[in-house]
């Protein structure tokens, strides 16, 4: 099966709570689709059990255009 994580490159990444990787603490990251260019962004918890980008590719499809979008998609508020 193919990554699609491999497809984006990471601008940035905001740890939005405390913990460490083993918390899976929600995380927002601006990304970069290294074919098109197309910068986006995806949210959701990320660490030892959970990887935001390649979950929100999964099930959400598309990063969102903005981060307060991207907060609001994927993560339980």
């Not at 699609?4 to 603490?25: A, V």
């Not at 689709?33 to 979950?55: E, F, N, Q, R, S």
Request: hydrophobic residues 35%.
């Amino acid at each position: 099966m193919f990554d699609h994580r491999e497809q984006y490159e990471i601008l940035s990444r905001e740890q939005l709570q405390e913990g460490t990787c083993n918390d899976n603490p929600d995380t927002v990251f601006q990304v970069r689709h290294l074919a098109t260019g197309k910068t986006g962004w995806v949210a959701g918890p990320h660490g030892v059990d959970c990887c935001a980008i390649g979950d929100w590719l999964a099930f959400i499809g598309e990063p969102a255009d903005s981060r307060e979008a991207a907060i609001g998609l994927g993560l339980d508020e």
